[in-house]
């Protein structure tokens, strides 16, 4: 499921759910028959937020929260990794720069250096560490 919209001008509004019931079949003699898949969160869920500043043509805040439900590790489900929460924010610039359309941008992900683990995989065992904070910057040009 998703939504976009604008609710009011200069803010918009991406979010989505995702909501999976993976679950295990045709197991070795039917042990873990029903199990939650591994590696499979429940759901997903995100919400992305721009808004034009008021009175500075061309700049743009944004903002995204993503929210992963568990996952499990392996096929017995006895061993889990916890959902997790994370924050970003960030700011584009539009404007003219030699009659060019030249767009800036700054973002910062994991906004509050959240330690989680990403994802969970049993083909190749293992959890893996999500991303710490990170800065990203970067400049684009029409031409």
Same mark, same amino acid.
């Given at each position: 499921?998703?939504?976009?919209?604008?609710?009011?001008?200069?803010?918009?509004?991406l979010g989505g759910l995702t909501y999976i019931d993976a679950r295990l079949r045709k197991t070795p003699?039917?042990?873990?028959?029903?199990?939650?898949?591994?590696? /499979? &969160?429940? =759901?997903?869920?995100?919400?992305? /937020?721009?808004?034009?500043?008021?009175?500075? &043509?061309?700049?743009?805040?944004?903002?995204?929260?993503?929210? +992963?439900?568990?996952?499990? /590790?392996?096929?017995?489900?006895?061993?889990?990794?916890?959902? =997790?929460?994370?924050?970003?924010?960030?700011?584009?610039?539009? +404007?003219?720069?030699?009659?060019?359309?030249?767009?800036?941008?700054?973002?910062?992900?994991?906004?509050?250096?959240?330690? =989680?683990?990403?994802?969970?995989? =049993?083909?190749? &065992?293992?959890?893996?560490?999500?991303?710490?904070r990170t800065v990203l910057l970067s400049a684009s040009m029409d031409f």
């Open positions: 499921m998703s939504l976009f919209g604008e609710p009011m001008h200069g803010l918009r509004l003699d039917g042990v873990n028959e029903g199990n939650p898949a591994t590696g /499979v &969160p429940n =759901y997903l869920a995100k919400l992305n /937020v721009e808004w034009d500043v008021p009175g500075v &043509p061309g700049l743009t805040l944004t903002g995204r929260v993503t929210r +992963m439900s568990k996952q499990y /590790v392996n096929p017995t489900n006895t061993l889990s990794i916890p959902g =997790y929460t994370l924050w970003d924010a960030g700011a584009r610039y539009a +404007m003219k720069v030699g009659g060019k359309d030249v767009t800036l941008r700054a973002s910062v992900a994991n906004l509050t250096n959240k330690a =989680y683990w990403a994802s969970a995989s =049993y083909l190749s &065992p293992g959890v893996y560490l999500g991303a710490p």
